[in-house]
């Protein structure tokens, strides 16, 4: 590489770091720079809480899905709920009348 490449490689690092949203807080006057903290904060903390959520998520229905199966081919019951009984609450439509009985019971 020639002296020229070098310097425009170094160039083109030091321009994307300069641009670079997700590495710092962007610069701001100093009487600004608590609210600008406040919010680029709040945003990280938001980005890591949705993230570590849909992991657990995910988790939860693939063990779920995983129980499922395993009673349909066991043909085992549980709590006197068999995989049949699922899949029918799954297709039946949702009725609002029953909802606010139920509710209203409670």
């Known amino acids: 590489m020639n002296d020229s490449e070098v310097r425009r490689?170094?160039?083109?690092?030091q321009t994307r770091k300069l641009y670079d949203d997700k590495q710092e807080i962007p610069a701001v006057h100093p009487r600004y720079g608590s609210l600008y903290h406040d919010l680029y904060d709040e945003?990280?903390?938001?980005?890591?809480?949705?993230?570590s959520s849909f992991y657990i998520r995910?988790?939860?229905?693939?063990?779920c899905f995983i129980c499922f199966v395993y009673?349909?081919?066991?043909?085992v019951s549980v709590a006197?709920?068999?995989?049949t009984a699922i899949?029918?609450?799954?297709?039946?439509?949702?009725?609002?009348e029953?909802?606010?009985e139920a509710w209203n019971e409670l």
């Open 43 to 51: 945003k990280a903390e938001k980005q890591n809480s949705q993230s």
């Open 71 to 75: 009673m349909d081919q066991s043909n």
């Open 9 to 13: 490689r170094e160039l083109l690092r």
């Open 98 to 100: 029953s909802i606010r």
């Open 58 to 63: 995910l988790v939860v229905s693939i063990l």
């Open 87 to 96: 899949v029918h609450q799954i297709e039946q439509d949702l009725d609002v």
């Open 80 to 83: 006197e709920v068999d995989s």
